[in-house]
């Protein structure tokens, strides 16, 4: 009975003792989140000190935009001194790691809204101005139909084709979406950007806002009498219903309303002109800073990646300078970031060599030489 009742309390004491230390499962949880806590605490570290670097660069690149565009407004010259002549930093800290503890999402943050798509210009169309856009009979009549257009306003036929290469890689149709240009499993849009030279929401909205009287003059010199007219005028008031800038009309263009406007990008009366004013607006802004030689199609393009207010400083910047200042220069950080030639490139000269050689490959492209033929 002594023995028994001897073992019996060592049992208990063993029980409390075992009880007492964590399970297999729970120290290897345990040094997991140890683990965890020493990579975030590097990764915090590493990642805060790129962002004060590169908040500071962005800062700078800025600043000197600011002094440039306030030189070119004084007729000032602009020199090698007015940009920033670095890269901007990257960074080549530690990732960021994954948190074992975490859900495979976060169920307090609402999933990203998808990118509209063709289908969603249309329906809004319908449902806003009850506008369904004519369709085209082919892709070669609308290259035609763009052609003459972009004939008559004066573009050539090599900034038209290049463009149009460098755009949609040479074989695009007129309601091509971005990210949507090559069929694949699982293919998503990634910009609302459409056509023959990828026209956002945004570039819609603003190009009736600005020119949509002439718009309606060039349709009726056409004898368009199906009622499209009278849609058109609808989207043109909408247009206008907020200031003439481009912040402004990016947050029209996310609305129903803006979402109808770019509808009538896919008419065939309507789309040509819409296309070909994009380009023609940049020239004319190039015009109107003094820069009276026609734009090659590379700088037409450079214009239209940057905004024509950067894209005249690269325009007019003489080889020299292209060779040393870095792309970084004209863009936006995030813009920047987003765009892998501008990155990849690193300065102005190599951008442009870059550029031409993309423009050079797809021009001999089935599409693209069809459109030059119609030209």
Not at 106 to 126: G, N, Y
Not at 282 to 303: C, D, N, R, W
């Amino acid at each position: 009975m002594l023995l028994r009742s001897a073992l019996s309390g060592v049992a208990v004491v063993v029980a409390c003792l075992v009880a007492m230390q964590p399970s297999q499962a729970q120290r290897v949880a345990v040094g997991t989140a140890s683990s965890y806590e020493a990579k975030l605490a590097a990764y915090s570290k590493a990642r805060a000190a790129y962002e004060a670097e590169a908040s500071s660069y962005w800062t700078a690149i800025a600043d000197k935009r600011r002094i440039r565009f306030a030189k070119r407004r004084n007729n000032e010259l602009v020199g090698l001194n007015d940009y920033v002549l670095t890269q901007p930093p990257v960074y080549a800290g530690p990732p960021r790691p994954i948190d074992p503890s975490a859900p495979d999402h976060d169920p307090t943050k609402p999933p990203r809204a998808p990118i509209p798509v063709v289908a969603d210009f249309l329906q809004a169309a319908a449902e806003h101005y009850r506008f369904v856009p004519q369709r085209p009979e082919s892709e070669l009549a609308f290259k035609r139909a763009y052609a003459a257009t972009a004939k008559a306003a004066g573009l050539t036929r090599d900034q038209v084709v290049r463009i149009y290469a460098f755009e949609t890689g040479g074989n695009g149709t007129y309601d091509v979406q971005s990210g949507l240009t090559h069929p694949r499993p699982n293919a998503r849009a990634i910009s609302t950007a459409i056509g023959y030279n990828q026209l956002l929401t945004t570039n819609s909205v603003s190009l009736l806002a600005g020119h949509g009287d002439q718009f309606v003059q060039a349709l009726r010199h056409r004898n368009i009498a199906d009622g499209r007219i009278d849609h058109l005028r609808r989207m043109i008031a909408f247009s206008r219903t907020v200031p003439n800038q481009w912040s402004e009309q990016d947050k029209l263009a996310k609305t129903r309303g803006g979402m109808g406007i770019h509808a009538a990008a896919l008419d065939r009366d309507f789309g040509p002109l819409l296309q070909v004013q994009k380009l023609l607006t940049s020239i004319k802004f190039a015009q109107t800073k003094g820069h009276t030689a026609p734009l090659t199609a590379a700088e037409l393009e450079m214009m239209n990646l940057t905004g024509d207010g950067n894209g005249i400083d690269l325009v007019t910047m003489p080889q020299t300078l292209r060779e040393r200042v870095p792309t970084a220069n004209f863009f936006q950080r995030g813009g920047y970031e987003r765009n892998g030639i501008a990155r990849r490139t690193g300065t102005v000269a190599a951008l442009y060599t870059e550029m031409n050689g993309i423009m050079d490959r797809m021009s001999q492209q089935p599409g693209a030489k069809e459109l030059a033929s119609v030209f």
